[in-house]
């Protein structure tokens, strides 16, 4: 069965630092890799994808993410945060043709002024 | 304006009271989801439908029920709610997945709470 880990619950960071949010996830074949950003009050909004090519991934609001197969791992980064950027993010896993998508428990995100 | 309606936003119930919470979505997609988020537990998926009449089972379908009879309409129904089924719940919409275009589109949510 597929799984999700993000390890980290709560990250706090300053405005104009970098960011980097882990992502671990487990899964049979070539996954089908998201990130998903979540405003209070709000559903959730796709940041970036990955199905296959190039494994650095450009999304929306300056967000990146790297596929690493050999550590099946999807971190995101972003080399200098926003207070806007304060939100609940989820790593999420799919199977492609099934499409059972699993979500990771999501991390929180502070920025301090 | 493309976008995913769900109804109720808000919901207090009793056990046992049977209840609907509506969804639906303008974009002609083909794929719809129900999710329910807790806290420190994510996002996990009830149902999914790939198109009308055809429906499976997520993670967690255990005391829900859904139906895909009109593309646009994905309702959730829970026959008999119990407490533990007090959660935030999302409906999703997207084109077929796996596509290089595909992108799911969240609805606002629905917070039901059963006493």
Same mark, same amino acid.
């Given at each position: 069965? %597929?799984?999700?880990? %993000?390890?980290?619950?709560?990250?706090?960071? =300053?405005?104009?630092?970098?960011?980097?949010?882990?992502?671990?996830?487990?899964?049979?074949? *070539?996954?089908?890799?998201?990130?998903? @950003?979540? /405003?209070?009050? +709000?559903?959730?909004?796709?940041?970036?994808?990955?199905?296959?090519?190039?494994?650095? @991934? +450009?999304?929306?609001?300056?967000?990146?993410?790297?596929?690493?197969? =050999?550590? /099946? /791992?999807?971190?995101?980064?972003?080399?200098?945060?926003?207070?806007?950027?304060?939100?609940?993010?989820?790593?999420? @896993?799919? /199977?492609?043709?099934?499409? +059972?998508?699993?979500?990771? =428990?999501?991390? %929180?995100? *502070? @920025?301090?002024? | 304006?493309?976008?995913?309606?769900?109804?109720?936003?808000?919901?207090?119930?009793?056990?046992?009271?049977?209840?609907?919470?509506? $969804?639906?979505?303008? !974009?002609?997609?083909?794929? !719809?989801?129900?999710?329910?988020?807790?806290?420190?537990? &994510?996002?996990?998926?009830?149902?999914?439908? !790939?198109?009308?009449?055809?429906?499976?089972?997520?993670?967690?379908?255990?005391?829900?029920?859904?139906?895909?009879?009109?593309?646009?309409?994905?309702?959730?129904?829970?026959?008999?709610?119990?407490?533990?089924?007090?959660?935030?719940?999302? $409906?999703?919409?997207?084109?077929?997945?796996? &596509?290089?275009?595909?992108?799911?589109?969240?609805?606002? &949510?629905?917070?039901?709470?059963?006493?």
């Amino acid at each position: 069965a %597929q799984s999700v880990t %993000q390890p980290d619950i709560h990250i706090t960071v =300053s405005e104009g630092a970098s960011l980097e949010l882990r992502c671990n996830y487990s899964y049979g074949a *070539t996954p089908y890799l998201f990130w998903y @950003v979540q /405003s209070p009050g +709000q559903g959730l909004q796709l940041l970036l994808k990955y199905f296959s090519g190039d494994t650095l @991934v +450009q999304g929306i609001k300056g967000f990146e993410a790297e596929f690493k197969r =050999s550590q /099946s /791992s999807f971190n995101l980064r972003k080399p200098s945060v926003h207070w806007s950027d304060a939100a609940e993010y989820f790593c999420a @896993v799919g /199977s492609g043709s099934a499409r +059972q998508l699993t979500f990771g =428990s999501g991390t %929180q995100l *502070t @920025v301090l002024p | 304006e493309a976008q995913v309606t769900q109804n109720p936003r808000y919901l207090i119930t009793v056990t046992g009271k049977k209840l609907t919470v509506t $969804c639906s979505q303008n !974009m002609n997609h083909e794929y !719809m989801s129900w999710y329910r988020q807790d806290p420190g537990l &994510g996002l996990r998926q009830i149902y999914y439908s !790939m198109n009308v009449e055809v429906t499976d089972k997520g993670d967690v379908p255990e005391g829900y029920k859904v139906s895909r009879k009109e593309k646009r309409n994905f309702p959730l129904i829970l026959e008999s709610p119990s407490p533990n089924q007090t959660s935030l719940y999302f $409906c999703a919409s997207s084109l077929i997945p796996g &596509g290089a275009d595909e992108k799911l589109f969240f609805g606002s &949510g629905t917070q039901l709470s059963v006493l």
